[in-house]
């Protein structure tokens, strides 16, 4: 089935505490970014990578990182985690490089919560 | 710098009509309309290049104004299935056509 994973859907954690959440899609896409989701605020972008070893920073990319050495795989990292990074996130993956033609498949999100 | 749209939050019977607004401040590529339902991530409805072309899918249809910067959802003889949150997203013109930038929501409930 073609999709979007991601790992852990729910995490707890303490401020500070180093944390990874895994993305991976099975689909061959050239794209993939992240969202944070927070009330009132709708989606905002944290990065996107239009290719391998090709990212980019969106519009909240502040404590956060990325790497793409693999097609399939986009995880985003929080070194030190702090409570306004509690939020719901999701990541996204498109056919090709670049969203002007080309729909978004959206993963299941996963919920952070940071003590 | 994210779209603005308007309404925030509308109520349907099923049947009714519906148009939900999605106006930015700087010129656009395309206008992406995805819908999201509680509890769910978003989903795809469709894209709107510069042209001002209109699409649809299913009952739901759109339009892009380029030149207003502005595109409208219109949501026909409204079912139960249509309720959930619509986001616009935009890439601006410009810009990097992978910086995707989503205004807050349209919150839709349609009701029996």
């Known amino acids: 089935e073609a999709q979007v994973t991601q790992n852990p859907r729910y995490l707890i954690t303490v401020t500070g505490k180093k944390l990874t959440v895994t993305c991976s899609q099975n689909m061959n896409h050239e794209y993939m970014s992240w969202y944070r989701q927070d009330p009132g605020l709708g989606l905002r972008q944290i990065y996107y990578s239009m290719n391998v070893e090709v990212t980019d920073k969106g519009d909240v990319p502040e404590g956060y990182k990325v790497s793409r050495k693999e097609k399939r795989n986009f995880p985003l990292i929080l070194e030190s985690p702090s409570p306004n990074q509690t939020s719901l996130y999701f990541c996204a993956s498109s056919l090709k490089g670049g969203l002007l033609y080309n729909e978004q498949f959206f993963g299941p999100g996963t919920r952070l919560t940071v003590l | 710098q994210q779209p603005v749209q308007s309404p925030q939050a509308v109520i349907l019977r099923e049947g009714e009509d519906a148009v939900i607004n999605c106006s930015s401040s700087?010129?656009?590529?395309?206008v992406h309309w995805y819908r999201q339902k509680h509890g769910e991530a978003p989903v795809f409805l469709m894209i709107l290049l510069k042209g001002g072309e209109q699409k649809g899918h299913d009952k739901i249809s759109a339009s892009f104004n380029e030149k207003k910067q502005q595109s409208s959802l219109y949501l026909t003889a409204s079912q139960l299935s249509y309720s959930g949150t619509y986001f616009c997203?935009?890439?601006?013109?410009?810009?990097?056509?992978?910086?995707?930038?989503f205004g807050k929501g349209t919150k839709l409930s349609v009701k029996p």
């Open positions: 700087k010129a656009l590529y395309s």
């Open positions: 997203g935009t890439l601006n013109y410009g810009g990097s056509q992978g910086n995707l930038i």
